[in-house]
C-alpha cells in the first residue's frame, strides 16, 4: 500500500486538517453526522439482509468454487457499491485497509470472513 494512503497518515492528515479548522468550519462537518449515521445503518440493514439471502442460496459454496475473475468482478461491484456513500476510497480504506480486491479474492474464506 502507498504511504501516503497508510492508516497512520491518513489519521495525522485528518488531525492537522481539524487543528486549522474554524469554528464555524467545525460546526458544518459535524452538521453531516446525522446523515452519515443514517447511511450507516442502511447499509448495515442491507447488508444483513443480503446475508441472510445468501446463506439460503447456498451463497458460501458457490463463492468458493468460482475462479479468481469471478470473484475479482463480484469484489470490485461491491466495493463500488460500499463505497459509493464515502466521500472517496482512500477515505473508506484508511479505516478498513482490507477492502482491497487482492485481498478479498486471493483466498475465498477472506470475503466470507467479512460477515
Not at 468460482?66 to 463480484?74: E, I, N, S, V
Amino acid at each position: 500500500m502507498n504511504s501516503y494512503f497508510s492508516p497512520l497518515m491518513c489519521y495525522r492528515r485528518d488531525v492537522a486538517d481539524q487543528a486549522g479548522e474554524t469554528m464555524l468550519m467545525r460546526d458544518a462537518r459535524n452538521a453531516l453526522y446525522p446523515v452519515l449515521v443514517s447511511q450507516t445503518v442502511s447499509q448495515q440493514i442491507f447488508l444483513i439482509q443480503d446475508i441472510f439471502a445468501f446463506r439460503n442460496l447456498c451463497f458460501d459454496e458457490k463463492w468458493e468454487r468460482a475462479d479468481l475473475a469471478t470473484r475479482q468482478k463480484h469484489v470490485l461491484v461491491g466495493l463500488v457499491v460500499a463505497c459509493s456513500g464515502a466521500h472517496n476510497l482512500h477515505a473508506t480504506r484508511k479505516f478498513c485497509p482490507e477492502l482491497s480486491v487482492p485481498y478479498l479474492t486471493g483466498d475465498a474464506k477472506k470475503f466470507l470472513d467479512l460477515h
